[in-house]
């Protein structure tokens, strides 16, 4: 698990195989602190096994469905990246609860500065995502835990801090980007008890149900 706080942006040193798989190699520092081969490191919002380490990188194997679901296809070498290792039990959540499980991709629209302490970022996004996507709720944009400001049927919009702007990629995408989407795992888990696939019956939980016992 994660929580979308960035420990540092790193470069891609290298991107070997195809839309059937691929190896990254990646140029970092911080998150090789304590790393082992086999723990997991998000890249940019993607959840990847450590397979290989040396002194300033890392290497990890990225599997199809990661490629298909995922904006890491496009990374090339010198690509800046987020990064962030897998929350200690000890350590403080101060992001949101994020898997490292992408749902699926939206593009930059626009950015657009607000006097000298915001900029809003457009982002376009498809309905599968947008479903669970709340005003005030959470997001994980391309691994960074964010708070949405603004959200409709065809897209989302999100204030970015001086000094999120400063530690993570976002500010530097440019509008056509890809980039990586995961909702808050709440809202999926509320609309599987709610629309069980496999129920014929149906869910005995409704929103009266919720709502009587302080949801």
Known sequence: MFTGLIEETGSVARVEGSARGARLTIHCKTVLE???????????????????????SFTADIMAESLR??????????????????MPAD???????????IDGTGTVQSLEPEGDTAVWVTIAAP?????????????????????VAYVDEHCLKVSIIPH?????TLLHRKPGDT??????VIAKYVEKLLKPADSPAGSKITMDFLAQNGF
């Open 34 to 56: 304590g790393t082992r081969i086999g723990d997991s490191i998000a890249v940019n919002g993607v959840c990847l096994t450590v397979t290989g380490r040396t002194q300033d």
């Open 69 to 86: 679901r995922s904006g890491l296809g496009s990374l090339r070498p010198g690509s800046a990246v987020n990064l962030e290792r897998a």
């Open 91 to 101: 350590g403080r959540f101060g992001g949101h609860i994020v898997s490292g499980h």
């Open 127 to 147: 309905a599968a995502v947008l479903r669970y996507v709340v005003e005030k709720g959470s997001i994980s944009i391309d691994g960074i835990s964010l708070t």
């Open 164 to 168: 999120t702007g400063a530690e993570t």
């Open 179 to 184: 980039v990586n989407l995961e909702c808050d």
